[in-house]
């Protein structure tokens, strides 16, 4: 669903609230949109958590992550794919492995548009 979308919903669950039960309609819709906030930043923090766990911009394999990369991607589901925080570089981040294989990976509003694996040299 789009933000925008979301955002409609949450207005008119408000004012649908109001118009049903009053000052305390308002109030439960208000708890639950804050109660999914909540869980939402919940799940961010324990995703930024994992990912600083492992070295910046290293990977176990680099070209398991690139098969495992779609286009429309967000950059929330690549983080636990590749276990780490990525390099960041022009336009995207880079993920490197052991052998020195690297993924490139370009963004464009937090979604993958494409990437580039670069095998060892």
Not at 15 to 37: D, P, T
Not at 87 to 103: F, L, N, Q
Request: hydrophobic share 60%; charged share 15%.
């Amino acid at each position: 669903m789009s933000r925008l979308l979301r955002i409609v919903v949450a207005i008119a669950a408000l004012f649908a609230a109001g118009a049903l039960g009053g000052w305390k309609g308002v109030v439960l819709v208000m708890a639950v949109l804050i109660v999914i906030l909540l869980v939402q930043f919940w799940q961010l923090m324990k995703l930024m958590g994992m990912a600083q766990k492992g070295p910046v911009g290293r990977v176990a394999d680099a070209a398991a992550l690139g098969a495992k990369l779609r286009e429309g991607m967000k950059l929330v589901d690549v983080l636990p794919l590749a276990g780490s925080l990525g390099e960041a570089i022009e336009g995207g981040y880079r993920w490197t492995d052991a052998g020195g294989a690297r993924v490139d990976v370009a963004l464009r509003d937090g979604r993958i548009t494409g990437w580039t694996a670069h095998a060892a040299p």
